[in-house]
């Protein structure tokens, strides 16, 4: 079998990460040479990362931070290709958001779009999110599908303070600005809440979420719809549009729209041992996610059965529920 990446050298920018371990592993057994940028390689919570198959001949981590350009262009050069995952998520509330979230969020974004436009890179493939999308304070009457080209009201996250949605959907237009005025070939994939087995040893922010579910503390009074697709499948879309020449502007990466309360019946059925939230029946929303452009490409997903599995087994293996 040949391997696609063959000693093609590509960079992923916070490669520690939940969504990026997942793509390092993939590009690893595709034959890829990786760049990975961590804020210390020598961290134990990195350690993942130099056991995955192949990591040892054909993965270089590099200590990096999105605001020291410096840094960024050391990894970047040399590379044919970038994946910019990398992005502040916060832990707890926000006390400034400018300084820690929107300010990385978009200088963050421009280091590594000027360093890979330095590089001569072929493409970027920049993360974005479904919340750069559908955010708004009104939905219109007549469209049912949210596409890609729904974007997020930023004055409205301003009001409700909902900073995350608020940097990821600047930082995505800033990049596509730099883009246009720049030439670079930049593709941008917006996943939704993504969910799955970690390959990292701490607990991510959207793995936590499940978490919570399990614990039965998860409020999802506002969250009648839940809209999740799996962390493999996330990497797989990012490959695919590394490697497909066609691949062009920005894709929602969503696999399954479902009411909060089928999920947590889902997760009853398969595991009746936990104290679950309790959940709204009605929806507040009747729009879906559309995946169309991503599928036509040749997008595959798991099952939201195979997907919570795989997700729950491993929190329990890991330590980070008890079994119920």
């Not at 978009?106 to 919340?131: F, P, Q, W």
């Not at 993504?194 to 607990?203: A, H």
């Not at 493999?232 to 691949?247: N, Q």
């Not at 040749?298 to 079994?323: F, M, N, Q």
């Amino acid at each position: 079998m040949v391997m696609e990446g063959k000693g093609k050298v590509v960079c992923v920018t916070g490669a520690g990460g939940f969504l990026a371990s997942w793509l390092v592993k993939l590009l690893l057994s595709d034959g890829y040479r990786v760049h990975g940028t961590v804020r210390d390689p020598n961290d134990e919570k990195n350690t993942h990362l130099k056991t995955l198959e192949n990591a040892e001949e054909n993965l270089r981590l590099f200590k990096a931070e999105l605001l020291d350009y410096g840094s960024l262009s050391a990894a970047i050069a040399g590379c044919e290709g970038v994946f910019h995952i990398a992005c502040p998520v916060p832990s707890s509330k926000v006390t400034s958001p400018e300084n820690e979230m929107v300010v990385p969020a978009i200088d963050g974004t421009l280091n590594v779009l000027k360093a890979s436009s330095e590089a001569k890179v072929r493409r970027v493939v920049m993360v974005s999110s479904t919340g750069a999308v559908y955010v708004k304070p009104g939905w219109p009457e007549e469209d049912k599908i949210i596409d890609e080209e729904w974007w997020t009201d930023k004055e409205f996250c301003k009001q409700t303070e909902n900073w995350y949605c608020f940097s990821k959907t600047i930082a995505e237009e800033k990049g596509l600005d730099y883009a246009r005025e720049s030439g670079l070939d930049l593709v941008r994939v917006c996943p939704c809440l993504i969910l799955g087995p970690m390959l990292q040893p701490t607990l991510n922010a959207s793995s936590s979420v499940l978490v919570r579910i399990l614990k039965g503390v998860e409020d999802l009074t506002s969250h009648s719809l839940l809209d999740i697709v799996d962390v493999r499948d996330v990497a797989s879309a990012l490959l695919l549009l590394y490697d497909k020449a066609e691949a062009t502007g920005r894709y929602i990466c969503s696999s399954y729209t479902v009411k909060a309360s089928d999920y947590i019946d889902m997760l009853e059925s398969m595991y009746p041992n936990y104290k679950y939230p309790k959940a709204p029946t009605e929806v507040d929303r009747d729009y879906v996610l559309s995946a169309e452009k991503l599928k036509q490409l040749g997008w595959k997903y798991r099952t939201l059965e195979e997907s919570t599995k795989d997700a729950v087994d491993h929190l329990i293996k890991a330590g980070l529920i008890s079994e119920g």
